[in-house]
């Protein structure tokens, strides 16, 4: 068995064809670290026309997803103890490493994609969370669970060569990543910083922390703030 079953409610399975087939994640869902299922609501549709949506009541512009082929494709998902349910929504909170980390310790993830305008508000309730991946509108949910699954899936055990590589990458503890090089040291008249290549591994360690807390405190001062914070708690 899988360590981590992803379940995915689309009305359009073959967007996620092309997105696990490469790299580490392909690996990973060869290695049945994760497995993925895709589950089509059209399939669950109870009229002649496999219709999943209708008109808003009230009125207004675009066509809402019926709450009948929602709950009928979630009802037959076999479902784990273990187990999140994320609704897909530009309505959601903001998700971030912290939610991949935590995500990462699931049995199963259902990841629920919407279209068009959007869920008959009854399919809200299906949900344990409601996620968004950023503030802005996307045509469906499918990039943003492609996205959710890609962050998780690098995290567990056994997907990435290195688990030393997560280490100190950027949104990992507030701090960005600090520079990274590689040969030649000297390319068109751009050097290499000398501390990288003298070898002494303390004084390496010296400047990447401190080129991590500059890099962050220039681009990114809300997360270099939140670090600060961290640091003074952890002192105390
Ligand atoms: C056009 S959007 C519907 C937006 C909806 N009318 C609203 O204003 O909240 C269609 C679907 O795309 C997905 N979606 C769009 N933007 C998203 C975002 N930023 N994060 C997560 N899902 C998103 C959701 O599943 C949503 O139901």
Known sequence: MSKLRFDVVSLFP???KNF???GPIKKAFEEKIASIHIHNPRDYA?????KVDDEPYGGGAGMVLKPEPYFSVFDQIPK?????VLLMTPQGSKMSQSDFCRWSKEDQLILICGSYEG???RIRSLADEEISIGDFVLTGGE???ITLINGVVRLLPGTLGSSESL????????LLEHPQYTRPSNFRGLKVPNVLLNGNHKLIKEWRQKQREVRTRSRRPDLYELWK???TNLEK
């Open 119 to 121: 869920f008959d508000e």
């Open 14 to 16: 073959e967007a996620f």
């Open 167 to 174: 280490k100190e990458e950027s949104h990992n503890d507030f």
């Open 229 to 231: 914070l961290n640091q």
């Open 143 to 145: 990039i943003p669970a």
């Open 20 to 22: 696990f087939n490469h």
């Open 46 to 50: 109870i009229d002649n026309y496999r």
């Open 80 to 84: 784990f103890n273990k187990k999140r």
